[in-house]
């Protein structure tokens, strides 16, 4: 091979060729059933002209290997070819569909493949991006449900394009701005007021009056007060000793002469306390929404854990929550081990829900027949999204009323399961995670108790505060697009 020969191979392996395919407008059947669905699905009218391309971006070929590529790439009969820069054209709109980087793209990689197996090239990179253009300004509106109408969740990046100039996807997000930021601002300024807590009711109940015959020494001090003290151990991070040198000391300041319990006491009338959670009672039904997370009892934290490894004593408790999403309480609460399917506690919860219930959110985990059993019983409507591959059990030809699971399928088979989700306001079940967010943030992901009765209380100590919280203020916000 002649030294010019090598100089323009060298020359052209560190080029990047583009190579676009795109399917002729009579034989188009993929952008022609999008159109379909875009007009049906979107009431988008007026689309008369989509088109899809692909785009190859190759390195590390000739420009002879590049040409014979496209040829493979292509089906010459029905396929049209251009080997260059994508032009775009002012007076259409785009979409750019491209993996992310680090993530897995299988058309590039089987692209790849296909230059080594039919080229020889072993050392060729290329990069798909998938071209979606139409003439309409109701195009925008497919950007903005991209998860159904590319087949694709969260793993591709989309820009769209108008003319040439593009913009990504977050400049298209809702934001939203608090409209009550002067109200919301002292919410959060009370919460710390110790008065709030410890208020004269509280001193004037403080003594328990042992109205009922119990076995063994009579109570000193009343449910209230030990309530009382383990809401401060809990609102100020305290253990059973340092709560009870806080109490005597700010008591002791605010010149109030009552006796304050020992940490034993403190600790052993904790295991046996009942706390309730004082959700608001509302007029009318509820949409309950329900989730769990976990609460760490012991083991490492995140340095020691990324640095060594884990160990094994470690060991979890999990919260199950039903929050009412129209005041954001937390309605119940049930603290069982890690191990407790989540669809096992929706009984517990419904039964200890005050409000009426008449819809019932919560995620994948809650898809089990037991759990639609449970609410069709009490006349809740579920909504639950089933899972990918889930199949219609009662089907319409019979005299039997349709089962919600059902009505569920098909509605995603028909709107997709974005659109159902949308309609049917599955999304508010997020504010069970909002809710376990607010506590985490303000009570700490761990538990100090060591004991089941102990961490029962200590958990529904923290829902009650949370819920104390809520009723003093929440921000409102309206969005701003």
């Known amino acids: 091979m002649s030294k010019k020969r090598r100089r323009l191979i060298r020359k052209y392996m560190n080029k990047v060729f583009r190579v676009t395919v795109q399917r002729r407008s009579e034989v188009a059947a993929e952008a022609d059933s999008l159109k379909s669905e875009l007009q049906e699905n979107l009431k988008i009218k007026g689309l008369t002209d989509l088109e899809i391309a692909n785009i190859y971006d190759i390195e590390g070929m000739t420009v002879e290997q590049v040409h014979a590529f496209a040829k493979i790439l292509a089906e010459p009969m029905v396929d049209d070819v251009a080997i260059g820069t994508f032009n775009e054209r002012t007076d259409r709109q785009y979409i750019f569909k491209q993996a992310l980087a680090g993530q897995f793209d299988q058309r590039a990689d089987s692209a790849e493949q296909v230059a080594l197996l039919s080229l020889g090239v072993d050392k060729a990179k290329i990069r798909n991006i998938i071209v979606y253009s ?68 509280v001193i004037q109940q403080w003594q328990h009056e042992n109205d009922d015959i119990k076995v063994g020494r009579p109570f000193v001090y009343s449910d209230l007060a030990i309530e009382t003290l383990l809401t401060l151990r809990e609102l100020y991070h305290l253990t059973y000793r340092s709560t009870e040198g806080f109490a005597k000391g700010l008591l002791g300041l605010m010149q109030i002469q009552v006796l304050i319990p020992d940490f034993t006491t403190m600790a052993k009338r904790a295991k046996t306390l009942a706390v309730a959670l004082n959700a608001t009672q509302v007029k009318g039904a509820v949409c309950l929404v329900v989730d769990s997370t976990g609460l760490k009892v012991y083991g490492e934290g995140e340095w020691k854990v990324r640095k060594y490894g884990w160990s094994k004593r470690r060991t979890w408790r999990k919260l199950h929550l039903a929050v009412n999403a129209d005041t954001q309480e937390i309605e119940a609460e049930v603290l069982t081990d890690n191990a407790t399917d989540d669809a096992a506690m929706v009984d517990t919860l419904l039964d200890q829900t005050k409000n009426r219930v008449n819809r019932f959110g919560g995620d994948g985990a809650y898809d089990k027949w037991k759990v639609f059993g449970t609410l069709s019983k009490r006349n809740i409507e579920p909504i639950i999204p089933p899972r990918r591959d889930a199949k219609i059990k009662q089907h319409g030809n019979g005299k039997l009323p349709a089962l919600p699971r059902d009505v569920a399928i098909r509605g995603i088979r028909k709107l997709g399961r974005a659109e159902w989700k949308r309609r049917v306001g599955y999304h508010r079940r997020a504010l069970a995670e909002t809710a376990m967010y607010r506590m985490k943030a303000l009570f700490g992901a761990m538990l100090k108790n060591r004991s089941d009765e102990g961490q029962k209380t200590e958990v529904r100590v923290r829902c009650k505060i949370l819920n104390h919280f809520t009723k003093l203020g929440l921000p409102k916000f309206t969005y701003n697009n």
Not at 175 to 201: H, P
């Open 134 to 201: 139409g003439l309409v300004e109701q195009f925008l509106r497919i950007f903005q449900t991209k998860r159904r109408l590319l087949r694709n969740r969260d793993s591709k990046n989309v820009i769209f394009s108008h003319g040439g100039s593009k913009m990504s996807k977050q400049s298209l997000k809702k934001q939203y701005k608090v409209i009550n930021w002067a109200e919301y601002n002292q919410a959060l300024v009370n919460r710390g007021n110790f008065t709030l807590w410890v208020s004269e009711e």
